[in-house]
C-alpha cells in the first residue's frame, strides 16, 4: 500500500479546494475529490430534519470517505480534498446539537475507531483557516440554498468545532505527522504570485523530489 501525500481539511468555504487545485497544478498532485455517494439524497432530507437524519447520513459520509482513503492509499501520487478526520468534526458537532442521540455517537465512534486502524497518515496534512466573516461571505456569493438555509448560527457552530482541528488529529493518530497551516482569509491569495509561491515553497520542503509547474525547485 502506498501513502497519500497530502490531506487538505478545512471546513466549509474555507477555501480547501482552490488549495487542493493548486497543488495538483503546480506540483503534479492527482486530486481524489471529497465525494459523497447519497442514492437516498440523506444530505438533502438532513437539511429539512436534522434529527431524523444526521445519523444515517454521518455514517454513510464516513464509510464513503474510508473508502475514498483507501482508494488513494494504493497509489503514491494522491492529494485528498477532506477525510474521515473532519468527517469525526462533523459528527461530535451533531452530537453537541443534539442531532444524535447517545446511542448513536456510540455506534458512529466504534465504527470510526475500528475504521482508523487501518488508516496511514498522510505525508503532509494541510490546514486552511479563514476568519468567519469571510466564510459567511462565501456563502451568500455562491449563492447555494442549502448552505444558506443552515443559517449562521450552524457556521458558527462548525466554525467553533474546527478551531482545535490540529491538536484533534495529533490525538488520533498518535505519531509524528507534519501539518502546515494556511491562512486564506484574504481573497486576492489565489491572484497574488508571491503568496501562491511562498505557500508551494513551504510545502516544497516535505516534497523536495517535486518541481513546480514552471520548471524551478522550489
Not at 444530505?43 to 459520509?61: C, E, T
Not at 474546527?162 to 502546515?180: A, T
Amino acid at each position: 500500500m502506498g501513502q497519500i501525500q497530502i490531506i487538505v481539511e478545512g471546513m466549509t468555504a474555507s477555501g480547501k479546494s482552490t488549495i487542493v487545485s493548486l497543488l495538483s497544478e503546480r506540483l503534479g498532485f492527482d486530486i481524489m475529490p471529497e465525494e459523497f455517494r447519497d442514492p437516498l439524497d440523506l444530505l438533502g432530507r438532513f437539511h429539512y430534519d436534522h434529527q431524523k437524519w444526521a445519523f444515517p447520513m454521518q455514517l454513510n459520509f464516513l464509510v464513503t470517505r474510508f473508502a475514498q482513503y483507501l482508494c488513494a492509499s494504493e497509489g503514491d501520487n494522491y492529494i485528498l480534498d477532506r477525510s474521515i478526520f473532519g468527517d469525526k468534526v462533523y459528527a461530535m458537532l451533531y452530537y453537541k446539537d443534539r442531532f444524535f442521540r447517545d446511542s448513536q455517537l456510540g455506534c458512529y465512534l466504534t465504527l470510526y475507531d475500528s475504521l482508523l486502524r487501518y488508516v496511514k497518515a498522510p505525508r503532509l496534512f494541510v490546514i486552511v483557516r479563514c476568519e468567519f466573516g469571510e466564510i459567511m461571505r462565501r456563502i451568500h456569493d455562491r449563492g447555494r440554498q442549502d448552505e444558506i438555509d443552515a443559517g449562521e448560527s450552524y457556521w458558527r457552530g462548525l466554525y467553533d468545532a474546527y478551531m482545535p482541528f490540529l491538536d484533534f488529529v495529533k490525538s488520533e493518530l498518535k505519531g509524528d505527522i507534519n501539518f502546515l497551516e494556511l491562512e486564506l482569509s484574504d481573497p486576492a491569495f489565489i491572484h497574488t504570485p508571491s503568496m501562491v509561491d511562498d505557500f508551494l515553497g513551504q510545502v516544497s520542503e516535505y516534497f523536495p523530489e517535486r518541481r513546480t509547474a514552471n520548471g524551478h525547485e522550489d
